[in-house]
Every structure is written in C-alpha cells, then in structure tokens.
C-alpha cells in the first residue's frame, strides 16, 4: 500500500501561483507513474497533469497546458506541480495520485492521496 501525501495547496489570488508536492510515504516514488487530478465544487474529478516514472513524458489537460508544469525529482522521492496564472474557476481540491501504467485517467492510479485545497480569489 502506498500513502500520498500532498502539500502546497492555499489561497492565492487570480494570476498568481503555487506549487503543489507530493510524495508517498514509506515508498520509493521512482517506479510509479503520477498524474494530479482536481475536483471543484459540485463538479467531477478531472484530470490535470501526468509524468512517466522516468519524468522524460508528461501530459496536460488543455486547459492548463504553458501555465502549469508537472516535475519530479527521484531522488527527493516527490512530484511536483508548478501552476502559473491560475485562475478563480481553478478553485479546487487537487489530488495526487500514482500507480504501474501511465494515462490520463483514472484507471492507471492505484494509489490516491487526501487532496490539498487549492483556492484563486478574484
């Protein structure tokens, strides 16, 4: 079993940024593919961002695509999401997760952390 354990998350205003972390507890990273996933008020889970267990892919929802750049340092044992310009409607909870395969959906994440809240004032 794998516990994620994210960090970062805050209030921020509209334009600023953040960067989130995320890392598991108790095993090494290195193995596992990581996506961030974000849900809204009232609204379904939604896919953010992947990064191979290498770190050489990543992918973007296009909505965040040249604001928002997923990272990872193996040897630190954590992910990271940097996020730029953010915006109100971005308003979220912001969750890691990781697991064997890499996609951009659900199903390749075996592992899920408790989330991090991550507010844009206006």
């Known amino acids: 079993q794998v516990q994620l354990i994210e960090s970062g998350g805050g209030l921020v205003q509209a334009g600023g940024s953040l960067r989130l972390s995320c890392a598991p507890s108790?095993?090494?990273?290195?193995?596992?593919?990581v996506a961030w996933f974000r849900q809204a008020p009232g609204k379904e889970r939604e896919f953010v961002a992947a990064?191979?267990?290498?770190?050489?892919?990543?992918s973007y929802a296009d909505s965040v695509k040249g604001r928002f750049t997923i990272s990872r340092d193996n040897a630190k044992n954590t992910v990271y999401l940097q996020m730029n310009g953010l915006k109100p409607e971005e308003t979220a909870v912001y969750y890691c997760?990781?697991?064997?395969?890499?996609?951009?959906?659900?199903?390749?994440?075996?592992?899920w952390g408790q989330g991090t809240q991550v507010t844009v004032s206006s």
């Open positions: 997760a990781a697991g064997p395969r890499y996609g951009t959906t659900f199903t390749p994440y075996d592992y």
């Open positions: 108790g095993r090494t990273f290195g193995i596992y593919a």
């Open positions: 990064i191979t267990p290498s770190g050489l892919t990543t």
